[in-house]
C-alpha cells in the first residue's frame, strides 16, 4: 500500500505555478488576482476560505476575501457578483458554500462570469467540460485526475467506480475520467444513495479505481474492494472525538489498496491546488498568454 500524498502533489503544482507567475511579473504584467466572497460566519467555510487565501500568496497572486453578513438579501449578493464581474482586477471569483438557506446557491453560481468561474460550476463550464472542450473543471473532481497524474496511475480502459452523484465531486468525476481528456478513456461506474447494496458491492469489488464522495465515516469496508484497488477517499468528516476521517475505513481497508488517499492530507489540498490552476488559466486567458 501506498499513499496518494495529496500534500506533495499540491506543493509541487504550486511551485510550478509560482514560477511561472514569477516570469510573468518580470515581464511588466501584474499578479493574478482572485477575490473570494463569504457569507456568514460558518466554521469549515472559514477554515475552507483561510486554505484558498494562503495558498493563492504561495502561488505568486494577489487576493482579497470579503466578508457579507448571514442576513444579506440575495439580491445584494448577486449585485456584489456582478461589481466583482465588471471589475477588470479580479481573474477568478469564488462564492464558498454552502450559502444560508434563504439563498439560492444556483442563481449565485449562474450570476458568476464563466470567465472568472475558478471553481468550474457554472452550466457553461460544467457542459464544455461535459463534451471535452476547453473550460475551467470543478476544481475537486480536477485535483484528483491531478493527483492521479503526478502519481502516474493507470486510467486508460481501467473499470473506475464513483460512489456518489454530486455536482461538486461524483458527476464531473465520473465525466472527466470517462472523457478523453489528458487523463481519462476509464470505463466508469456511477453510484449513488438509491443505488441497490448488492448492485453496489458487485460494482466496487470488480473495480480497479473506487472513488468514494458520500459524507459518511467508515462507509467504504473491506469486503466492498479487491485486493491491488485505488481508491480515493474525498470524504471530510469531523467524528465526536474531534477527530477527521474519511469515507473510507482507512485502518481496515488501506492494506488491500495498492494506492490510497490518506484524510486528512489527501484530495482536500488538491482541490485548492486545482483551484490554483483555474485562476492561472483566467489570468493567462485575461492576457492571452495561453
Not at 463569504?38 to 494577489?62: N, R
Not at 457579507?68 to 445584494?76: D, F, K, Q
Amino acid at each position: 500500500m501506498q499513499l496518494l500524498d495529496g500534500k506533495k502533489c499540491a506543493d509541487s503544482l504550486i511551485a510550478e505555478i509560482g514560477k511561472r507567475v514569477a516570469g510573468y511579473v518580470e515581464g511588466g504584467l501584474r499578479k493574478p488576482h482572485m477575490t473570494v466572497i463569504l457569507v456568514g460566519e460558518h466554521a469549515p467555510s472559514e477554515s475552507y476560505v483561510k486554505s484558498k487565501i494562503t495558498t493563492s500568496g504561495l502561488s505568486g497572486f494577489e487576493s482579497n476575501l470579503i466578508r457579507l453578513p448571514e442576513t444579506i438579501r440575495e439580491s445584494e449578493l448577486l449585485a456584489k457578483i456582478r461589481d466583482v464581474n465588471d471589475d477588470p482586477t479580479t481573474d477568478g471569483l469564488i462564492v464558498q458554500l454552502p450559502l444560508p438557506k434563504h439563498i439560492n446557491s444556483q442563481n449565485i453560481i449562474n450570476a458568476i462570469d464563466p470567465a472568472k468561474d475558478i471553481d468550474g460550476f457554472h452550466p457553461a463550464n460544467f457542459g464544455r467540460m461535459t463534451l471535452g472542450q476547453k473550460a475551467f473543471r470543478p476544481a475537486t473532481a480536477y485535483g484528483i485526475c491531478k493527483l492521479l497524474q503526478f502519481y502516474n496511475i493507470p486510467i486508460k480502459g481501467k473499470h473506475c467506480v464513483v460512489i456518489g452523484r454530486s455536482n461538486i465531486v461524483g458527476k464531473p468525476i465520473s465525466i472527466m475520467l470517462s472523457n478523453d481528456f489528458d487523463i481519462g478513456n476509464a470505463t466508469v461506474t456511477l453510484t449513488h444513495i438509491e443505488t441497490p447494496r448488492e448492485l453496489l458491492l458487485d460494482e466496487t469489488r470488480r473495480a480497479d479505481i473506487v472513488i468514494v464522495a458520500v459524507g459518511i465515516p467508515g462507509f467504504v469496508t473491506p469486503d466492498m474492494v479487491k485486493e491491488g484497488v485505488v481508491l480515493i477517499d474525498v470524504g471530510i468528516n469531523r467524528l465526536e472525538s474531534g477527530k477527521i476521517v474519511g469515507d473510507v475505513a482507512f485502518d481496515a481497508v488501506a492494506p488491500k489498496c495498492s494506492w490510497i488517499t490518506p484524510v486528512p492530507g489527501g484530495v482536500g489540498r488538491m482541490t485548492v491546488a486545482a483551484l490554483m490552476i483555474n485562476t492561472l488559466n483566467a489570468y493567462q486567458n485575461n492576457f492571452n498568454l495561453a
